[in-house]
Nanobody, 122 residues
Framework: VQLQASGGGLVQPGGSLRLSCTVS????????MGWYRQAPGKQRELVATVDTGGTIKYADSVKGRFTISRINTKNTVYLQMNNLTPEDTAVYYC?????????????????WGQGTLVTVSS
């Protein structure tokens, strides 16, 4: 099981970016998909998650500015980030736990993407 994330980059304060992440492999189910971030010198923190049924959670710091969405049929999750501030600068990681076909039996996975850097600076 692999997660491939993309969409990071350098943006000015007030700007926007959209991150995307796709899960590949012999996926059986995905419980939820989400985004986390880790700023320099800080612990990794939750940004937003969305489960299969569409229930969404956001960190308080991004509510009203970020929007998470998911296309279940494509095993893809997006994070639309608007009105970015320098405090949003971090490496963003996507995460997806679920189950997969491990050669004839179903096993659990909890996979992370490679991280994509978002830098907000003028």
């Amino acid at each position: 099981v692999q997660l491939q994330a993309s969409g990071g980059g350098l943006v000015q304060p007030g700007g926007s970016l959209r991150l995307s992440c796709t899960v590949s492999g012999n996926i059986f189910t995905i419980k939820h998909m989400g985004w986390y971030r880790q700023a320099p010198g800080k612990q990794r923190e939750l940004v937003a998650t969305v489960d299969t049924g569409g229930t969404i959670k956001y960190a308080d710091s991004v509510k009203g500015r970020f929007t998470i969405s998911r296309i279940n049929t494509k095993n893809t999750v997006y994070l639309q980030m608007n009105n970015l501030t320098p405090e949003d600068t971090a490496v963003y990681y996507c995460n997806a736990p679920g189950t997969y076909d491990s050669g004839g039996y179903i096993d659990d996975f909890d996979a992370w993407g490679q991280g994509t850097l978002v830098t907000v600076s003028s």
